[in-house]
């Protein structure tokens, strides 16, 4: 477990509601990311992963209220006015979103794209800001004829890398990593999560890495934090998780990871649907889902409590310590 003087980012009790939702989309979010560590967020299409990480940087949807902490650097950012709300964005933390073809405009130049945040909000010469640019760029394998080209005169490999050089220019703290690679083939995807981590060690960054493919979480993470519709389900170091889950979502999720070791066939799937936002929750989110569901899943939310043996795992499961055996066989097993 991290210390408050390690901490980059300290989430705790995040709360989120929106308009017309019967819950909160997040209910409770506890979650820490330390200084050139590795925190990868894992969870279904819905889940409230990515809501989670633009929580950082408050780009949240219109009427949304949020309860709890987010703490950056150790400032808090839901009560942050608008000029220090800048500063975050522009210098303590950074945000990769999933289509970079959707975050660059196509009519501007690559070094206009990366050097104006900069020029804007910290006040830098045009050389200054494009010198930067050109290293930023040469970090991340691109050379500095890139800051005179188009987006669409590169790939969806080097887009991204242009990506990860803004993010890197206001030398942040922290970087939010939203499903990065979605749109990347398998070599690419590869190439950009091996980047990330080099840069992550060489900047000294925390990276909160939001992704669905749990073989790229193991790859790329210290720690990991399973989500489910809008709670952690379980936490703890990476290697621990995968190779012997606590919970039940836990298990399922790696038991649907295709496998070259497995027999050929339809994967196994999670039966069901996560629960709509327009219906209230009581007792465990996944017991409707759960293969060990009993009585007192629907009727009591579970508390996070550690892993027996283990305290830097927290389970939220009623039934974790005696299930402990079947979820590890299972997860591994069709």
Avoid: W
Avoid at 202 to 209: A, N, P, Y
Avoid at 211 to 219: I, K, R, S, W
Avoid at 275 to 294: H, I, N, Q, V
């Amino acid at each position: 477990m991290t210390t408050p003087a390690e901490t980059t980012l300290d989430m705790r009790g995040l709360r989120l509601h929106l308009p017309g939702a019967a819950r909160p989309v997040l209910a409770g979010i506890d979650l820490t990311v330390a200084e050139r560590e590795t925190v990868a967020l894992v969870g279904e299409s819905g889940s409230g992963k990515s809501l989670t990480s633009r929580s950082v940087l408050r780009l949240l949807p219109p009427g949304a209220t949020t309860e709890g902490v987010i703490a950056v650097q150790g400032e808090d950012v839901l009560a942050m006015n608008a000029k220090r709300l800048r500063h975050l964005r522009t210098h303590t933390a950074a945000m990769i979103f999933q289509d970079p073809r959707a975050a660059i405009n196509p009519l501007r130049r690559v070094g206009d794209f990366l050097t104006e945040s900069l020029r804007l909000n910290a006040d830098l010469s045009d050389d200054t800001a494009a010198e930067r640019a050109a290293r930023m760029l040469d970090a991340v394998g691109l050379g500095e004829r890139v800051l005179g080209q188009y987006p669409g005169q590169l790939s969806g490999g080097m887009l991204q890398r242009v990506m990860i050089a803004s993010a890197l220019m206001g030398d942040p703290a922290l970087i939010l990593a939203d499903e990065p690679t979605t749109a990347l083939d398998v070599t690419t995807q590869a190439e950009v999560v091996g980047l990330l981590d080099d840069l992550r060690e060489r900047f000294g960054t925390g990276l909160l890495f939001v992704t669905h493919d749990l073989g790229l979480a193991a790859a790329i993470s210290d720690r990991v934090y399973v989500m489910y519709a809008g709670r952690i389900a379980e936490t703890g170091p990476a290697q621990a998780m995968f190779e012997r889950p606590r919970h039940p979502y836990t298990a399922a999720l790696l038991r649907s990871t295709p496998r070259l070791a497995t027999p050929q066939g339809r994967l196994a799937a999670i039966k069901g649907q996560p629960p709509s936002l327009r219906e209230e929750l009581t007792g465990c989110p996944f017991a409707a889902r759960c293969a060990f569901t009993t009585p007192v899943c629907t009727e009591e939310l579970p508390p996070h409590v550690p892993v027996r043996s283990e305290p830097t795992r927290l389970v939220a499961c009623h039934h974790s310590d005696e299930l402990a055996d079947q979820l590890a066989e299972s997860a591994l097993h069709d």
